[in-house]
């Protein structure tokens, strides 16, 4: 087992622990917890595979998305007095333990990707980054808080970061540091919108944003 | 590079417009000014392109243009033009019925447009899948601050829905993007995202991480393009946004989704093995028109039944890519767009003279202003493909492409939904142009209000005309 | 196991119960800006409590009074079992599920004393007791499991030896093992966020509300059987953590002994501070709570799965990356 891989496992394991948490600051924490991992997952794939290009996107995932979007995300949740969320569908602790099924699902899709995607053995990283996919997809579903949205829109973003890292070599730098530019302005716009929400609607639970249904 | 900054040009001036100038209505002459401008620079650098006297144009690493992205980027500097020339009456109208349009939210609206014009025309000038996939997500950044314009609840709601749904789609049509890059990578290849390359490396790709990158594509692109089951944000920033947006977000953001669904689809026909993709976009596409017909049966809003009109169209040019068709794909997406354009630019006239969208409170367009009860009438009837209008013969070729082919189901199921579209598309047209209209509705500024509508209008029945004749006589050989 | 092996046992044994416990009220008072009890103050308590007579209620069986020596000697026999310390008897008896059930019959033991005597408030304590402790159970026997899974043993001492190769899935197999046993323990212990050990709001009591009818030397007994099962689990969670740390740097014997009392004492110093900084949950939100300590055990079964499938894999070093 490489450092790669137990980095990525503890990824899979704060992503999950997010999951068990209504607190929004929480939440925030553990999602800063499990891109810091990533970053360093990357930082042990450029030792690995010999590309130096790789230790500029760790720095730019700590600084932006670890950090800042985070940050960012935690100080909206203060102007906007938003602190927990109720969840939707299926009680939290269900939907913790649903993710760990779910990354106990995401090991025999990732070894049945096809052959090529196996760079170095790569099967915990694509297990990881498959289950990271389900987590945030997962979160999103059960939450009805926008910010709790965002926070899962981030971690399923994460598993696709962690596929690039896993399942290619050497990603194109350029399109790397694009899509982590877009993630930041959509973070951007997307707590703007939280604000708007909050302001217009006085609460932001998505669930009860239905004024547009079918007839 | 020259034509790169001289296509830049009237987009930077139009912002710069935006920043200093003092009132709407100098705003709103000038940006119409610097967009024709625009369209005019647009055919000089790319007419050569479009009729095919060059085959390629390389911008900057990464961006090229080739005859289709050529044909689509005049589409998009048309339809722009379009949108801004109405814009001009649309806030004019706006601002003098007193909903108290603010200065700022204007000069806000050109901004994103034209930022949101220039990342559409991105979109078909980037060779490179990152870059495409990169500029399609600033057409959702970009065009969500245009859904807002209204500011009112349901506007913000229509926001986040479109913000959300179409941030997620597109997160997995990265996905699926690095699946493709992997699949190029097979037999220790340094690996590439440029289409041309992949479409040349095509034999060598490893099938099965195309086949995944592929569907991922598929589903993230559909979402932005509103295939069926993945398009419910559609009707609802459709018909919350200002009508200019409106048109702009259905004239020409639809056919870019499209459009990278046909640079991937075009690798997979060059990988030469590819016939679960070409039964999956087809089978996609008849069964996004059939839905959209359903739904437009039942539909309250003027601007909403319109979006699913489009979703629908979206169906007709995803069954189009699969036929590996680029010609009636890029027919079926300029007879839409004239059609649709007008239709949302003379449905934002009524929805302001009558200060209403819902379809049972607008009575008696032809009493009140024939002009645009004729407009919306020959739209209507265009964008359900009744003969003499382009659509007609873009559908009438698809149709018999799909019987060529074999797909004899989905075609019945398209003509089921097309008929369905007509049906549903009179019935509600019907009580809306006839009938004692209520009195506060009246005309406003009668000539300035039709003209870009009429000129689209005239556009697509010259097109019918014209293909018509040409497409005619090859069905009859 | 030798001479001065056993001497240190022993001596930890009959030292660590009462100074952890003493330790974490002495902590919590230094948190929350008071001067606190000395150090020793349990053992004065139980002291004390010897001193005094027992009242027994009339309807009480002898059950009631049998009930808290059987647990204690069963205790006893508990903290031999358990390589909770990094001594280990080679006794044959140290299987998981036994040492589970141990757990289990004591706990069932005090919830029958508990509704024995009658009393409507230790009855109530009973009953969440047993809520908790079957919502606790899973998580404590899933991550013990996880050991045996990833070693292929239900042998606690063989688990916890050293004889195993290591790799980085180990650590993470011992991680969320330890994380899972660590918070199971604070619920199975009764500490702070389920429920406060100091509390003087029936209503809220649960450990304290159901032996709340026992006093003088059978509560002295039950003080103390507790002091040593709160030394035991916390022990056993210490080790874990201490086997992950091993796995990533060579450690010798001594300083290992050292370190691991080290670590029990930095969880009685976690447990002193979420005492102080944490609230109550109430109690529909505690599934929430126990939640984690099953999902930690889960990933550590799940992780301890992967790695029988990857036996053949070659081993990292995170030291050497590090």
């Known amino acids: 087992m490489t450092p790669l891989e137990f980095l990525s496992i503890a990824a899979a394991v704060f992503a999950i622990l997010m999951c068990g948490t209504g607190l929004l600051r929480f939440n925030l924490f553990l999602y ?85 995607l196996w760079l170095s053995d790569s099967t915990v990283g694509a297990t990881v980054a498959i289950s990271l996919l389900f987590t945030g997809t997962l979160f999103m579903l059960t939450r009805r808080n926008a910010l ?7 971690t399923l973003e994460n598993g696709i970061y962690l596929v690039a890292v896993t399942c290619t070599r050497g990603m194109p730098f350029i399109f790397e540091m694009g899509s982590l530019l877009d993630v930041l302005v959509a973070v951007m716009i997307a707590g703007l919108f939280v604000f708007r929400i909050k302001k217009s609607f006085e609460h932001i639970d998505v669930t009860q944003l239905d004024g547009l249904k079918e007839s | 590079m020259n034509d790169l900054i001289m296509a830049l040009i009237a987009p930077a001036l139009i912002i710069f417009a935006c920043l200093i100038a003092r009132s709407i209505s100098i705003l709103t002459k000038l940006a119409t000014g610097l967009i024709l401008c625009h369209l005019l620079v647009m055919i000089k650098i790319l007419m050569p392109l479009a009729i095919g006297n060059t085959t390629f144009l390389t911008l900057l690493p990464g961006f090229a243009i080739d005859r289709m992205s050529a044909l689509f980027l005049l589409l998009t500097a048309l339809i722009a033009s379009a949108s801004f020339a109405h814009a001009q009456v649309f806030f004019k109208q706006e601002e003098t019925s007193g909903h108290g349009l603010q200065t700022a939210y204007v000069r806000q609206y050109y901004i994103l447009a034209t930022l949101f014009v220039v990342a559409m025309m991105a979109v078909y000038a980037s060779d490179n899948l990152g870059f495409l996939w990169i500029s399609i997500e600033a057409t959702t950044l970009l065009s969500a601050g245009l859904v807002y314009f209204h500011r009112t609840k349901n506007a913000l ?47 060598n790709l490893d099938l099965g991480s195309f086949k995944i990158g592929f569907i991922f594509c598929f589903l993230g692109y559909g979402t932005k393009a509103g295939i069926f089951p993945l398009h419910s944000w559609l009707p609802d920033a459709h018909s919350e946004a200002p009508a200019p947006a409106s048109a702009l977000l259905s004239g020409s953001l639809l056919n870019c989704a499209l459009f990278a669904i046909w640079r991937i689809y075009q690798i997979a026909q060059a990988t030469g093995r590819c016939q679960f993709i070409q039964d999956v976009t087809i089978w996609a596409g008849a069964v996004t028109v059939v839905a959209a017909a359903l739904f437009l049966v039942r539909q309250y809003g003027i601007k909403r039944l319109w979006a699913y009109s489009s979703i629908e ?119 809306l142009l006839l009938g004692t209209p209520k009195s506060t509705s009246k005309i406003f500024r009668p000539i300035a209000s039709s003209v870009v509508p009429v000129t689209l209008l005239i556009g697509s029945l010259i097109l019918g005309l014209t293909v018509g004749y040409e497409g005619l006589i090859k069905v009859v050989r | 196991m030798n001479f001065t092996e056993i001497l240190c046992f022993i001596v930890l044994f009959l030292v660590l119960p009462i100074l952890i416990s003493g330790f974490i009220r002495n902590l919590k008072a230094r948190l929350q800006n008071r001067i606190g009890s000395p150090l020793l103050q349990p053992l004065y308590n139980l002291y004390k409590l010897l001193q005094k007579s027992e009242t027994i209620s009339q309807d009480a069986s002898p059950l009631f009074r049998i009930v808290p020596a059987l647990n204690f000697s069963i205790m006893l026999i508990l903290a031999v079992l358990v390589p909770w310390l990094p001594f280990h008897f080679s006794l044959p008896g140290s299987e998981i599920f036994l040492v589970l059930y141990l757990f289990a019959a004591m706990r069932f033991f005090s919830i029958i004393a508990a509704l024995d005597t009658g009393s409507p408030f230790s009855a109530f304590g009973a009953s969440r007791e047993a809520t908790l402790s079957a919502l606790t159970e899973p998580a404590i026997i899933l991550s013990l499991v996880a050991l045996g899974i990833a070693y292929r043993t239900s042998d606690l001492n063989e688990i916890f030896s050293f004889s195993q190769s290591h790799g980085l899935m180990q650590v993470s197999i011992w991680l969320l093992s330890g994380a899972g046993l660590f918070l199971a323990s604070l619920v199975e212990l009764s500490r702070m966020p389920i429920d406060d050990p100091t509390t003087h709001l029936e209503l809220t009591m649960v450990h304290e509300a159901m032996v709340i009818e026992n006093s003088g030397p059978n509560l002295a007994l039950i003080e103390l059987a507790y002091n040593l099962r709160l030394v035991v689990y916390y022990g056993l ?25 080290l670590a029990i004492f930095i969880l009685a110093f976690l447990t002193a501070a979420i005492e102080s900084f944490a609230v109550k949950l109430a109690w529909r939100n505690n599934p929430e709570f126990i939640a984690y300590a099953l999902t930690m055990s889960l990933l550590a079964s799940l992780a301890a799965i992967f790695q029988s499938a990857f036996a053949s894999l070659s081993l990292g070093n995170l030291g050497a990356f590090l």
């Open chain 1, 32 to 116: 800063s917890l499990q891109t810091f991992s990533i970053a360093l997952a990357t930082i042990a794939q450029s030792q690995q595979a010999k590309e130096p290009e790789l230790y500029f996107v760790a720095i730019a995932i700590i600084v932006v998305k670890a950090l800042a979007v985070p940050y960012f995300l935690s100080w909206i949740s203060n102007r906007i007095d938003a602190r927990s969320d109720p969840g939707i569908l299926i009680p939290i602790p269900i939907t913790m333990h649903a993710a760990i099924v779910l990354l106990g699902i995401s090991y025999p899709l990732a070894k049945s990707l096809p052959h090529i």
């Open chain 1, 148 to 154: 709790s949205q965002i926070i899962g829109f981030l």
């Open chain 2, 157 to 203: 709601e229509a926001t986040w829905k479109y913000f959300i749904i179409c941030s997620v789609g597109i997160a997995f049509a990265l996905l699926g993007t690095i699946f493709i890059f992997a699949s190029s990578q097979h037999d220790q290849q340094i690996g590439s995202l440029s289409c041309f390359e992949l479409v040349k490396l095509a034999p």
């Open chain 2, 313 to 431: 169209n979206v169906g007709l040019m995803l069954v189009a890519i699969g036929l590996n068709s680029p010609f009636l794909f890029f027919l079926q997406a300029i007879n839409h767009s004239l059609a649709k354009v007008s239709l949302f630019l003379i449905s934002g006239n009524i929805i302001q003279s009558t200060g209403t969208k819902y379809l049972k409170d607008i009575r008696g367009v032809f009493r009140f202003a024939p002009v645009w009860g004729i407009v919306l009438a020959l739209s209507a009837l265009a964008v359900a493909g009744v003969p003499p209008f382009g659509s007609f013969v873009s559908e009438w070729m698809i149709l018999t492409e799909n019987f060529n082919l074999k797909y004899i189901i989905p075609a019945i199921l398209i003509i089921f939904g097309l008929t369905l579209t007509f049906i549903a598309v009179c019935l509600h047209i019907g009580p």
């Open chain 3, 237 to 261: 969670s210490a080790q874990c953590f201490m086997h992950a740390l091993a796995v990533l740097f060579t450690i010798d014997h001594a300083t290992y002994v050292l370190l691991s009392i």
